[in-house]
């Protein structure tokens, strides 16, 4: 048998067969579990799947969807998740009446996700830092 005649196909263009989780946007690699069931989004990463409740996912999911970013994209190596809310905290004027007091929580909550802060994490820190 001739050398030529073992493989006349073209050769396959190797394609990356990576999903992006809908929360953090690390690449989820082939054969690393997916999690989808019941999310009404995209796919989720195992370590987020891990840390948040389905709830939250979802919330996390709508805040990305509305105001853009993805959890954990501004993320500081050297703040501890504690400074973290503190430094928002600080940022963040107090609300004047209601429908400010709704829109602050939103907002906050969004940044706290790009820092890498989960809502359990934020709404912890926050009880925290609320009795100092
Ligand atoms: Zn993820």
Sequence with gaps: MEINSINTEPTPHITHDMVKCGICRSEIKRGASIYQEGLTFGVVCEKCYKNNSQQDLELMANLFLAYGGYFGKLKQKRFTVY??????????????????????????????LLYGVTPQELIHGLKILINE
């Design 83 to 112: 400074k973290t809310i503190k430094n928002l905290m600080a940022k963040f004027q107090p609300a004047k009446d209601l429908d400010s007091l709704i829109e602050l929580n939103i907002k906050m909550m969004h940044q706290a």
